[in-house]
């Protein structure tokens, strides 16, 4: 039968350079690795045999196998799942058809610790056989096919692999390992069922290796885990024993699972290097039964803003996985949760479109969304523990649970906040509770920590609104001149930053009856904040303004839409503004640089009448330019571009000289 030599997929070469040259300090994660695969082909057999009894053949109980040959120094980890034809051998195991591939390979950085913790988020699957092999044979038949139709796949990790058919009788796959000099531990059955147990207790199906026993028979130190017996001394003996615990972690007992195997768990399902922030552990009665298990990650993956990126949910029914990525069982703003739900509900065939509509899916759907806002809202109460005394004067305890929580509500907000607030736009059943979960930096916190309950709590006797103004940097917020009466007076302003920021608050106008106000939308009207003699103050510059302000407006017609007076301003000449239903500048210029159509809508130009250059204007020669000058600088203050930047810098020039 003919044999073929075939070339990796470019990014696959990449990426085994990197797994063989990066991973090598956790060589361990593919036994991991593999006999994922291995319970992944097993459940894809159980899956398509719901409709295609036949698949199963005469061998229904499927199973890992792992062996070891100390003298041919090979490692085989074996299945009797799904399998693999010679095409799928050559489509599966010859290139990455992951979505995001690209945008994974371009954030590799060369810095082998920083690139090891994102291939460890990308997953290497397969891959990482070459860690510890110098060469790796498969040899797979796939479900239904006959035995002539079996395919040998062989690589050194390099450049190429060859494919050959062979006769194959048994359906699945057999991935031997042969192993490098430095990785000879794992022939070793104490070593490998260690392995197993700390990675693979959690997989439902049995891991079965070959029993050993001594040549001998007779203990040499009985104290000694081998009896004092040199390794090598071991005869196989043919019965097959189950080396892990074999029930899928979510189906046990709470009580019964410690933190490491959460933690172990959750970094198999979602290749995440980092243990997880913190988890739910359901079994939810009712109308609809299902378990959840549901992981927060303590770091954004590589691929967040992807936004083909489907939900890490895997959707099993009564523990038969179903499909990955279920998108219908989370909403796109939670995207980044892991876990397994697992229905009783559903049926088995249940597909895609059928997800959709299902009645059950939509209460799975919300109560695991509810569940997720609870555990968030769990960690943002503890976030920031501040001790209390009781009448005693003695502080109070802090429960080591909740210690625990302390600062991860930050840490999660950091990673995941700006995805968070999509919510506002998405869920609106959910969001009163959404906007208690926001948290913005503000003229008085440089880092995201306030919410708007924190504000409401600190504003000024007779203050109205909750004021915010959006930028695309913390520093243009900061600094920008319509925060200069709210500065002056003391009014605390959030100040955000996201993009998102500006498309989330559209819609949310109010927060526990408080209403939001942009200080970039509108005249200000700051209400009883402004005193009396300050507001005629203002009236008086502003009618004396008159005729100025009728010459600014002539001037500046294809610019702005209006020119009037403002009291909001304190140190600059100008700035611009919105009218209250408008579209921000800030994202109208967001939209454009993205490539979309945003309304052509003119901004308002508010000017300082107490200003000097202000009061410079009123019969000067230079009139024309000046008011130029001054929108073009307003425009610049927030970060904007004059539409003729040239015209600018000459008239600021001319000017000068
Ligand atoms: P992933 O599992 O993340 O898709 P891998 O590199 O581990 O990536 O595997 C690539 C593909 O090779 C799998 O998606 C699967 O189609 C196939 N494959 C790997 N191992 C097996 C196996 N033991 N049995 C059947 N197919 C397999």
Request: some cysteine; overall charge negative; aromatic content about 8%.
């Amino acid at each position: 039968m003919s044999k073929q030599t075939l070339s990796f997929q470019a990014e696959v070469a990449q990426l085994l350079h990197l797994v063989t040259h990066s991973l090598y300090s956790n060589p361990e994660i593919f036994v991991r690795e593999l006999i994922s695969n291995a319970s992944d082909a097993c459940d894809k057999l159980r899956f398509e045999s719901l409709n295609h009894n036949a698949l199963y053949e005469d061998d229904p109980n499927l199973a890992v196998r792992v062996t070891f040959d100390a003298a041919a120094k090979t490692l085989t980890i074996t299945d009797n799942g799904i399998g693999m034809s010679e095409q799928e051998a050559i489509d599966h195991l010859g290139t990455i058809a992951k979505s995001g591939t690209k945008d994974f390979m371009g954030q590799l950085t060369g810095d082998q610790k920083q690139d090891a913790q994102l291939i460890g988020q990308f997953g290497v699957g397969f891959y990482s056989g070459f860690i510890v092999a110098e060469k790796i044979t498969v040899e797979s038949r796939r479900a239904g096919l006959q035995a002539e139709s079996g395919v040998r796949w062989t690589s050194g990790g390099t450049g190429d692999f060859e494919v050959e058919s062979i006769l194959r009788p048994q359906r699945g796959t057999s991935v031997i390992l042969h192993l490098r000099e430095d990785a000879t531990e794992y022939l070793n059955a104490w070593k490998l069922k260690s392995v197993i147990g700390k990675y693979s207790d959690h997989i439902s199906l049995p891991i079965l290796m070959e029993k050993e026993e001594w040549k001998d028979g007779e203990l040499i130190n009985p104290s000694d885990e081998n009896g004092g017996r040199q390794p090598g001394g071991m005869v196989k003996t043919g019965e097959w024993e189950t080396v892990n615990k074999a029930s899928a972690l979510w189906t046990r007992a709470k009580k019964d699972i410690s933190p490491e195997q959460y933690a172990e768990f959750y970094q198999a399902i979602s290749h995440d290097h980092q243990p997880p922030l913190t988890w739910a552990h359901n079994r939810v009665e009712g109308n609809t039964e299902y378990t959840q298990l549901l992981y927060i990650p303590s770091k954004a993956p590589f691929d967040l803003w992807n936004r083909d990126k489907k939900a890490g949910i895997k959707l099993y029914v009564k523990r038969v996985f179903i499909m990955d990525d279920a998108e219908a069982l989370m909403p796109n703003y939670l995207r980044f949760v892991k876990g397994v739900i697992d229905s009783a509900d559903l049926p088995l065939n249940v597909s895609r479109e059928l997800l959709q509509e299902s009645r059950d899916v939509k209460a799975i759907r919300e109560g695991s969304t509810k569940r997720v806002l609870s555990m968030l809202e769990d960690l943002a109460k503890h976030d920031k523990h501040v001790p209390a005394e009781n009448a005693e004067g003695v502080t109070d305890v802090v429960d080591a649970d909740d210690q625990a929580k302390e600062g991860k509500y930050s840490q999660f907000y950091a990673e995941f906040g700006a995805v968070l607030k999509e919510g506002l736009g998405e869920d609106f059943g959910n969001r009163e509770r959404l906007a208690k979960l926001l948290r913005f930096a503000s003229t008085t916190s440089d880092t995201p920590t306030v919410s708007f309950a924190d504000y409401k709590a600190r504003m000024k006797e007779g203050q109205e609104a909750i004021y915010y103004i959006t930028a695309d940097t913390l520093a243009a917020a900061k600094n920008s001149p319509q925060l200069e009466v709210f500065k002056k007076k003391g009014i605390e302003v959030l100040l955000m930053t996201d993009r998102v920021d500006e498309w989330a608050l559209n819609y949310l106008h109010e927060f526990d009856g408080t209403p939001l106000q942009s200080v970039a939308k509108g005249a200000v009207d700051l209400g009883t904040l402004q005193d009396e003699a300050e507001k005629k103050a203002a009236e008086e510059a502003a009618e004396a303004f008159k005729p100025v302000l009728a010459q600014l407006k002539e001037a500046l017609k294809d610019k702005a839409e209006d020119v009037r007076v403002t009291t909001r301003l304190v140190d600059s000449p100008a700035c611009l503004v919105v009218q209250d239903d408008g579209m921000s500048t800030q994202l109208a210029r967001m939209l454009k640089q993205a490539g979309q159509q945003a309304p052509e809508t003119k901004p308002v130009l508010e000017v300082n009448a107490e200003h000097p250059l202000v009061q410079k204007l009123d019969g000067s020669v230079h009139f024309h330019d000046l008011a130029h000058i001054l929108f073009d600088q307003a425009l610049l203050a927030e970060g904007g571009l004059p539409e003729d930047p040239a015209a600018y810098v000459k008239r600021v020039n001319a000017l000068l000289v």
